[in-house]
């Protein structure tokens, strides 16, 4: 109060009286308690309201964010496994595709081995087989020359019996004394 007092005093203005202090702080306090009640009743409950709503609002996006992130997470989690059991069923089909084309490759080589093998044996078989018949002709050409010339020496028809001992003869002689 007293400096409510100084500062009617510095303007040179009359000093309130006792009666008029009271009835201004009446009068304060009755504006001051009608300025609050108005404040209480009409505009703290819109205020308070929208603070509500924008909480809530807030909280809200919060709660919606936190949830896109635990479905992101939950995403990325069943991507992943799904990009391992993708990696391990690739890597299984390629062990898969290693194996078959292994035996693939061993199979064919035993093929292959057997073929040959078979492919030699007929071979060996036409060679021997050629090598026969060319020795039979051979002898046949032989005793034919054989009988020829010892029909000519002798001038008379040789006996088979003859004929027989004169080829083994020459073909002993013809081998440089090898029997075959």
Known sequence: MESLLLLAAGEGGPIPSEGADILTAVTTLV????????????????VVKALD????????????????GRKAREAMEKHA??????????????????????????ELKTRNEAELASMMSRANADIDAAKRRAVGELHEQAASLAASVATRILG????????????????TEMNGGRVN
């Open 156 to 171: 008379r028809e040789i006996r088979p019996e003859d004929q027989q001992r004169l080829v083994e003869e020459t073909l």
């Open 81 to 106: 496994a799904e990009l391992a059991k993708a990696r391990e069923e690739s890597a299984a089909m390629i062990a898969n595709a290693r194996e078959e084309a292994r035996r693939a490759a061993e």
């Open 31 to 46: 504006v001051s308690a009608l300025l609050f009640t108005l404040l209480a009743v009409k505009v703290w409950p819109p």
């Open 53 to 68: 709503a924008r909480n809530e609002k807030i909280l809200g996006e919060i709660r919606s964010a936190e949830e896109a």
